[in-house]
């Protein structure tokens, strides 16, 4: 079946440790995103990747870092420069082409500073 | 800059009974309207989307939502609701894709929480 995985589904970290979480997708998709979701605040984005090789920040990227060295892997680096973490994280990936892009998410990751 | 506000935090209704979980969006341009539905700790699924057309589009399980360019609303509706809808619901709205990165903008949810 062609989906979204995200893992862990929790993590747990130190303050002051780096943590990366994993997103993969067998969708064929160009594009994939990060969003942070905090209760009564909706999703904000991260970072965005339209291409291989190439990704952009979104509204919240301090504290953060990505890399998309393939297709179909988006990971998501928590650096101990953001200063409040703990969150519930959700990638999701839209095929990038056409007019209409819809996005499609995975389980999502939910982290916690110990 | 788009915008959407979801005006119910929460929305507790009996078991079949209906139900409209309300959305506006403010836009410079046209838009793409969308709803999800989240599940407890898991990620979003989509419901149903508005591209354009018919203002009155179906989604899954029995939802409906209907576009009002007007009123710049994209309530979403439900005439009998069931113990399995209980989740969260975000609307969502997008500018339309013009070879650059299609922002979507996210709505701060509603729980819809079913009383049986």
């Known amino acids: 079946d062609g989906g979204i995985t995200q893992s862990p589904k929790y993590l747990f970290r130190k303050e002051g440790q780096n943590v990366t979480l994993s997103c993969e997708q067998n969708?064929?998709?160009?594009?994939m995103y990060w969003y942070r979701q905090d209760p009564g605040q909706g999703l904000r984005l991260i970072y965005y990747s339209q291409i291989v090789n190439d990704f952009q920040k979104g509204d919240i990227a301090e504290g953060y870092s990505v890399s998309r060295e393939k297709k179909e892997s988006f990971p998501l680096t928590v650096t101990s420069a953001q200063k409040n973490p703990t969150a519930f994280y959700l990638c999701?990936?839209?095929?990038?082409?056409?007019?209409?892009?819809?996005?499609?998410f995975g389980p999502g990751t939910r982290l916690t500073v110990l | 800059a788009q915008s959407v506000t979801q005006l119910d935090s929460q929305v507790p209704v009996f078991e079949e009974a209906p139900v409209e979980l309300r959305c506006n969006y403010s836009s410079s341009v046209s838009v793409y309207l969308f709803w999800y539905v989240q599940y407890p700790n898991q990620g979003l699924q989509l419901l149903l989307k508005y591209l354009s057309g018919s203002t009155l589009v179906k989604g899954i399980n029995g939802f409906e939502a209907e576009f009002n360019k007007s009123q710049t609303s994209f309530h979403l509706r439900k005439p009998s609701v069931h113990i399995s809808d209980t989740a969260e619901y975000f609307c969502?709205?997008?500018?339309?894709?013009?070879?650059?990165?299609?922002?979507?903008?996210f709505g701060t949810g509603t729980k819809l929480q079913v009383i049986p």
């Open positions: 969708l064929n998709h160009d594009a």
């Open positions: 969502a709205v997008s500018d339309p894709y013009s070879g650059g990165y299609q922002k979507v903008t």
């Open positions: 999701a990936s839209s095929p990038g082409t056409g007019e209409v892009d819809t996005q499609y």
